[in-house]
């Protein structure tokens, strides 16, 4: 069975400054995609960055970048330049195609960005 | 306009009752899903519909019955509530089940409490 770890259960950032959130999985298919997901305290689930896996290239959406390591099965999620509106719990989330193509939530990792 | 929506947004009730979550989707996607958030913010799937097909039943207990009347509608019937449904729930949707590009859409959630 898949199986998705986020290892930090919280951290915190200063504005301005660069984090990265971890994010590991374990699966014995080949060809399957990861997400980051954001929860602001508003509870909406926001979609932050996909990667395919097949993809060699890390995906990136401004701010937002991975850094994908398809050997170590590592998915992790650099923010650069941190804002306020950042603030929010991060998930990490595998979806296999092999089966029901159903998502795979790590437990979250709580990021706070200080002012 | 909203994408999903879910009604009602808070619902506080005794054990025992029966109550229902109606979620509404406006993409025109074919598949919707339910999921759990307990109160460590642990995201589990328990259904998804495709098209009006059942396609996922995640070991859920069977007080909970989902019903999709249309594709943009599917909503969670929960018989006989328990402590321990206390959760936020969150319907979703993506455009395909099966998809390259399977970014779900979630809704705002509904926050259950059970006294």
């Known amino acids: 069975a898949q199986t998705v770890t986020q290892s930090q259960p919280e951290m915190s950032v200063q504005e301005a400054e660069t984090v990265t959130l971890s994010c590991t999985y374990d699966t014995s298919e080949s060809n399957y995609y990861l997400f980051w997901y954001k929860q602001p305290p508003s509870r909406q689930m926001i979609l932050v960055i996909r990667q395919e896996a097949y993809k060699q290239q890390n995906a990136t959406e401004n701010r937002f970048s991975v850094n994908f390591q398809k050997a170590a099965k590592s998915f992790s999620l650099k923010i650069s330049d941190s804002q306020l509106g950042d603030t929010a719990m991060y998930f990490c989330?595998?979806?296999?195609?092999?089966?029901?193509?159903?998502?795979?939530f790590g437990t979250g990792t709580r990021l706070k960005v200080l002012a | 306009d909203t994408a999903v929506s879910q009604t009602p947004k808070y619902l506080v009730t005794q054990m025992g009752n029966d109550k229902s979550i109606k979620c509404e989707q406006n993409l025109g996607h074919d598949t919707m899903y339910w999921y759990k958030q307990d109160s460590k913010k642990f995201l589990k799937i328990m259904f998804s519909y495709n098209n009006k097909e059942l396609i996922i039943n995640e070991t859920v207990p069977n007080r909970f019955s989902p019903k999709s009347p249309d594709k943009a509608h599917l909503n969670l019937h929960i018989n006989s509530l328990e402590l321990g449904d206390s959760a936020v729930y969150f319907c979703a949707s993506s455009q395909y089940l099966a998809s390259s590009y399977n970014e779900q859409f979630f809704g705002p959630g509904t926050r259950l409490t059970v006294l």
């Open positions: 989330a595998f979806m296999g195609t092999s089966g029901t193509y159903k998502y795979i």
